[in-house]
């Protein structure tokens, strides 16, 4: 079993920067990467940053790409997600997932249907 926890959400004004992260214990060494969703209200879940555990290969959805950064820190077992010139669009709760499959990671990777280990989610909202 893999238990993730996000923090770092909040209150930002447009323009500004917030670092999520998401911290994972049991099971990591199973794990192929960690993915980030958020979700809107009355929107579904929708892929916005992936990190190989193993490599550095990352992957971004294009709404945030050059705006958001996903970065590992192996020692502490911790994925973070940099965001940078938010907009209100970003407004969503985010969640963290962990890819633990080979097909879901290599093949489904932005499917947010194929992830079974979620955390609890940390709110980012917008100020205009």
């Known amino acids: 079993q893999v238990q993730l926890v996000e923090s770092g959400g909040g209150l930002v004004q447009a323009g500004g920067s917030l670092r999520l992260s998401c911290a994972a214990s049991?099971?990591?060494?199973?794990?192929?990467?960690m993915v980030w969703f958020r979700q809107a209200p009355g929107q579904e879940r929708e892929f916005v940053a992936a990190?190989?555990?193993?490599?550095?290969?990352?992957n971004y959805a294009d709404s945030v790409k050059g705006r958001f950064t996903v970065s590992r820190d192996n020692a502490k077992n911790t994925v973070y997600l940099q965001m940078d010139s938010l907009n209100p669009d970003d407004t969503a709760v985010y969640y963290c997932a962990a890819a633990r499959s080979y097909r879901t990671w290599y093949w489904y990777r932005s499917s947010a249907n194929q992830y079974e280990y979620w955390g609890q989610g940390t709110q980012v909202t917008l100020s205009s």
């Open positions: 990190m190989s555990w193993r490599y550095s290969t990352t």
């Open positions: 049991g099971g990591t060494s199973s794990m192929y990467g």
